[in-house]
């Protein structure tokens, strides 16, 4: 498998700094600073991008382990919220909350929690994350 990279670039103090992040794909690069990560300032900051990477990897999981199962998969659609707080050590990512609807016909409800809480467990991201709480609202559509 791939190793993947991106690169960030960080200039001047914490407060007054400011910095762009990219992607290696070229597929994403945006400016970061101070006010956009710890407050409501313009720019990206790297707790959006990881909880845009954990709805992608746990979509996409969801979507396999459905697929595993016997299930035919029509859309997974998934947000995941990252909270940062400011802990007696410092700033930390403490929980990521998934929300995710899917369509998948022929499937019961007990079956699609269950293979909703696998998904979260076995996706890679969530597995890199796993210092934080990771909760889930899995919605089966129809």
Known sequence: MPTRSADARWEGNLPDGNGTMKLESGAYEGAFSYRSR????AGSNPEELIAAAHAGCFSMAFSNVLDDEGYDPESVD???EVTLRTLEDGPAITKIHLTSTASVPGIDEDTFQDLADAAKSG???????AGAEITLDATLEG
């Open 123 to 129: 996706c890679p991201v969530s597995k890199a994350l």
């Open 78 to 80: 998934t947000t995941a």
């Open 38 to 41: 710890f407050e409501d300032g």
